[in-house]
């Protein structure tokens, strides 16, 4: 059983940085990783995920640039770094894992999930 947990949401400024992190329990180095997120009134969608061997990455065109992503498989800890922030990217942020990276960020699927965690960028 792998249990997820995000933190490091929050309030910032457009232009501003914010740093996600995903705490999981069971068997994290196995998995295929990611994150994906879901405004009010909108699809949830995929933003990036992480392969387990090659550590290969992905990550939706409207982050590319912005957005690193990371894992730390010794802390079984997922990481969403977060620069230049826009209002746009507003959205509670979810961590999963059991996926294909990257076909599950079309298809949105993932074995295991976390609770999200809110991210508000004003303007």
């Known amino acids: 059983q792998v249990r997820m947990k995000e933190s490091g949401g929050g309030l910032v400024q457009a232009g501003g940085s914010l740093r996600l992190s995903c705490t999981t329990t069971g068997y994290f180095d196995l998995y295929a990783i990611g994150w994906f997120r879901q405004a009010p009134g909108k699809e949830r969608e995929g933003v990036s995920c992480i392969t387990y061997s090659t550590l290969s990455t992905y990550y939706t065109d409207s982050v590319k640039g912005r957005f690193t992503i990371s894992r730390d498989n010794a802390e079984n800890t997922l990481y969403l770094q977060m620069n230049n922030l826009k209002p746009e990217d507003t959205a509670m942020y979810y961590c999963?894992?059991?996926?294909?990276?990257?076909?599950?960020?079309?298809?949105?699927?993932?074995?295991?999930w976390g609770q999200g965690t809110q991210v508000t960028v004003s303007s």
């Open positions: 999963a894992a059991g996926l294909r990276c990257p076909d599950d960020m079309t298809t949105l699927q993932a074995n295991y």
